[in-house]
């Protein structure tokens, strides 16, 4: 059927990929080497293995173009995977706009967004190494949701830090974590020395996923049982996550369309790298597609940050990265869409975005808000707030199509449904979401300690 007949574009299940795509192996420039957090050394894999898996370790650190998905993965991605690719039919319409807008909606997933993605082999091969246990951070929650599930397939604990903001606005978040057998606190906590001392700076403190990474690298390295998760930033994060850009490709063939803009929200890279990383190979061999990432201006790493190493933590337990960042000491304002508040960019986003073959923009809150109640009276879904910000620039960039009198086709990730975002929402509605911004005042003060390499 022609792309003007479906609105629903699924694959069927042998379709899902056999194996993951990492970008690492096209990239024009080579990413820094992540240096160790004390001797500011060029890392080994021996200084990862205390907290991660080895097999993730070898993915890292990896330059081939294609790794294989282990079968017992596959079997598991057969319960959502291939997502759907829906075309955004009554959006068009509303926004009387000659673009064709689609949107690949990851909220089928059991967890309701893209993160189990990632969380299933990283739990797998967790299990296939011997450990018991894992250590995570959330912001949002998601991510938290996802390791929980992940976990209880294969017979591990789960220790879950929320950011304490989070923690108490969005608490169903917490009660599916527990349902799925995971253990939930808000962070930063007293069972951890680095909580401890954050919270005798500012007892107040919304907390951050830096803080929380911090608490959770803490917690992996005191006990031998226990190994640490991160549900984006890192390389072999962004490589699970290429499967959903895979799976558009596939999709977009099927009803003979191609993207001219791919659009994702962007906090620590993951989602926004899993829609558009398959599509840089096509972009260096000279497709006039633009990538988008999209992130709140209360957090806008890529579009006011500084190029630096700086660690993913707030302790300095993790390595040094190359990235954009605001400084790990940044603790955001307690902006609803909690999965977007990181003071760091993933180290391959950053480098593509260096090199210009990305493209990013800071959106405020209620603009995205806006976005998300236009676009859930229209197609029906309440989306994530993190998810609302990629439907901005989708929006955005639909009307500036109109007033160009041109057709474009734009894509983007629809990483999570809202269901359990309401209270943001009502917020929302009665008026009380703040526009808020990022100074350059609160920036020179975040990279005051940003480390001198």
């Known amino acids: 059927m022609s792309r003007d007949e479906l609105t629903k574009i699924i694959l069927p299940e042998d379709k899902i990929p056999k194996f993951w795509y990492n970008v690492q192996a096209d990239m024009p420039h080579p990413l ?19 907290i991660f898996a080895r097999e993730l370790i070898l993915q890292e650190v990896s330059s081939e173009r294609f790794i294989e998905i282990p079968r017992e ?20 319409a509303a926004l009387q706009s000659n673009c064709r807008i689609y949107y690949k909606y990851e909220g089928v997933s059991p967890v309701g967004s893209h ?43 789960a220790m879950i ?11 169903y978040r917490r009660s599916i974590m527990e349902l799925y057998g995971g253990r939930c ?61 895979q799976e558009v490709k596939m999709q977009m063939e099927l009803v003979d369309d191609y993207p001219d ?15 558009a990383f398959p599509f840089i190979p096509d972009k260096l061999a000279g497709k006039n597609i633009r990538l988008v990432a999209v992130e709140p201006a209360a957090c806008p790493t890529l579009t006011q940050g500084v190029y630096a190493y700086d660690y993913g933590d707030v302790a300095g337990f993790t390595p040094l990265m190359k990235m954009y960042t605001l ?40 603009p995205t808000f806006e976005a998300a109640m236009l676009f859930a009276q229209t197609e029906s879904i309440v989306p994530a707030p993190e998810s609302a910000h990629a439907i901005r620039v989708a929006i955005d960039e639909a009307l ?26 009502d917020k929302y509605l009665s008026g009380e979401t703040e526009d808020v911004e990022f100074s350059d005042a609160e920036l020179k003060e975040s990279l005051r300690n940003l480390p001198q390499i």
């Open 115 to 157: 993160k189990l993605n990632s969380a299933l082999p990283q739990v797998y091969f967790n299990k296939v190494q011997g450990i018991k246990r894992i250590s995570t951070e959330t912001g949002a929650g998601q991510w938290g949701t996802a390791l929980a599930l992940a976990c209880k397939h294969f017979g591990l604990e």
């Open 73 to 92: 993965i596959r079997e598991l991605y057969k319960q959502y995977r291939p997502s759907p690719l829906f075309r955004a039919r009554q959006l068009e």
């Open 32 to 50: 820094e080497p992540g240096l160790h957090p004390q001797t500011h050394q060029p890392l080994t894999p021996s200084d990862l293995e205390p």
């Open 400 to 425: 500036k199509a109109k007033e160009e009198g041109v057709s474009r086709t734009i894509v983007f990730n629809l990483s999570g449904h809202g269901h359990l975002d309401l209270f943001s929402y």
């Open 261 to 275: 803009i791919i659009i994702g929200c962007c906090g620590g890279g993951s989602n926004f790298a899993g829609i």
């Open 161 to 171: 830090y929320m950011v304490k903001v989070s923690f108490y606005q969005k608490p």
């Open 185 to 245: 606190i808000p962070s930063p906590s007293n069972l951890t020395e680095s909580g401890r001392q954050v919270l005798a700076r500012d007892p107040e403190t919304p907390g951050s996923l830096a803080i929380a990474i911090s608490e959770a690298v803490e917690d992996a390295v005191t006990r031998d049982d226990t190994n640490y998760s991160l549900g984006s930033v890192l390389n072999h994060v962004c490589l699970h996550q290429s499967i959903i850009g």
């Open 327 to 366: 400084g790990h000491d940044f603790i955001p304002s307690g902006i609803h869409a909690g999965g977007l508040r990181y003071h760091g960019e993933s180290p391959l986003v950053s480098r593509l975005y260096h090199d210009k073959l990305i493209e990013a923009v800071a959106v405020k809150q209620n």
